[in-house]
């Protein structure tokens, strides 16, 4: 079960660090928000490696958030489950507008949600959309995360009983390879 604490929140962004991904985003946000005299301290791991990666650790450096900012670098097995543990909030692909698009299903989602992990997102997306109490859609442009959003979000699905129960029972009926074929056959039956 993910672990809510009242000090601090911990966001994760797994990825091969394309430009689509977007979490220079979340970088801004957190420079902007660490600008307005901050009262939750909140950090971003970024799990993963590619060619994005030198772009946002020199963003980083240039903003001074080494503290707050941390690059794990490509992890697997119990190296990465450490980091999902710390971590409350998962953070899909933001950056889905520089190729002009607006509904992706990525993977990145669906691992999230059997995490049990609440998630943020940036475009359309099947099966939810912004009344699913366990995501918070943003916009899917250029604009820093904002990061007051992001702490309305998390304390909103601390509250609610059971999230992490909720979202992998929702992983499970929607994205499990069962409930993926059994789609496939209820669109074969209907030809």
């Not at 993910?2 to 994760?12: A, G, Q, S, V």
């Not at 091969?16 to 220079?24: D, K, N």
Request: glycine letters at 6%; charged letters at 25%.
């Amino acid at each position: 079960p993910t672990k809510f604490p009242e000090d601090r929140i911990d966001m994760i962004a797994v990825s091969a660090m394309s430009p689509c991904h977007g979490y220079e985003r979340a970088i801004e946000g957190i420079a902007q928000y660490m600008k307005t005299s901050p009262g939750l301290p909140v950090h971003l791991h970024l799990v993963g490696d590619g060619p994005e990666r030198a772009s946002w650790e020199e963003l980083t450096d240039r903003h001074n958030l080494r503290e707050y900012v941390h690059f794990h670098g490509h992890c697997i097995g119990d190296d990465l489950i450490r980091i999902f543990d710390q971590c409350q909030i998962g953070l899909s692909i933001l950056g889905m507008y520089k190729m002009d698009m607006e509904a992706v299903s990525p993977l990145k989602t669906r691992e999230y949600a059997a995490m049990g992990k609440p998630f943020v997102y940036a475009n359309d997306e099947l099966n939810i959309d912004s009344s699913t109490p366990f995501c918070l859609r943003i916009e899917n442009d250029a604009s820093p995360l904002d990061i007051e959003k992001i702490i309305d979000f998390y304390n909103r699905v601390k509250s609610i009983p059971d999230i992490c129960d909720m979202l992998h029972n929702f992983a499970k009926d929607h994205y499990s390879w069962d409930s993926q074929m059994a789609e496939v056959v209820r669109q074969i039956k209907g030809l």
